[in-house]
């Protein structure tokens, strides 16, 4: 985040924060390599230091973690108790501070080639064969050329069809429903989550209107789904 761009951010209350971290630690805990955010929380009484892991809404209650020695270190923090909130290692998420005038930008090394990704299909649908016992046709739907944002989009909905359809292939309903019936998978990026079948053709679309916030939680996207079949 360069200094113009941290002039943009709001003022936040620390509830606001504390989801907005939370957020970030639900995507990052999908990663590879997760990246979670650095915090230092002060409340009434002491401080605590770490890597935000959860926070919980109904216990009112956040877990921070890290490693000394090899030895883990684990803190829980009564939110009611929090008096300020010190943020870090979060630089690529500056758009949650904001108030949507900080757009999201990927990493350059997140975007991948038009050829990435059709590499990337190719080895889910081989992947989903070997599950489900029967080939698909896995196919990204776009108009012209894909822009940056568009591929790095589109590389999260692959992951999250990976996800989804091997759960599929794990309940032999779902399975058995979802082989009987469908063909080929189309996927486009678009302003809501909906799934629309014609014949043995389903074509999903991911909202991104706000990015990967609004994208479908795996457990959501096979309902709609199973929900045509």
């Not at 990052?28 to 892991?53: D, K």
């Amino acid at each position: 985040m360069d200094f113009k761009t941290m002039l943009q951010l709001p003022v936040l209350d620390t509830k606001t924060v504390i989801n907005v971290l939370q957020e970030i630690a639900d995507i990052e805990r999908n990663e590879e390599r997760p990246q979670m955010p650095q915090v230092s929380i002060t409340t009434s009484s002491s401080s605590a230091n770490g890597f935000f892991v959860n926070y919980d809404s109904d216990k009112h209650t956040i877990l921070l973690c890290d490693m000394y020695d090899r030895k883990a270190q684990f803190q829980y923090i009564e939110v009611h108790s929090v008096a300020s909130i010190t943020v870090s290692n979060i630089n690529k998420y500056s758009y949650l501070l904001s108030d949507g005038n900080i757009p999201f930008v990927p990493e350059d090394d997140e975007i991948p080639t038009v050829l990435q990704l059709k590499k990337d299909i190719k080895a889910l649908e081989e992947e989903v064969k070997a599950n489900l016992e029967k080939g698909f046709s896995i196919a990204f739907n776009y108009n012209g050329t894909p822009e940056a944002i568009d591929k790095f989009y589109a590389s999260k909905v692959i992951k999250l069809l990976q996800k989804t359809l091997s759960n599929i292939a794990a309940d032999n309903l779902a399975k058995t429903a979802f082989t009987d019936t469908i063909t080929t998978v189309n996927f486009c990026l678009g302003l809501e989550n909906k799934t629309v079948q014609e014949k043995e053709v389903i074509t999903i679309t991911i909202d991104t209107s706000k990015g990967l916030k609004s994208f479908p939680k795996e457990k959501q996207l096979q309902e709609q789904i199973e929900k045509g079949l």
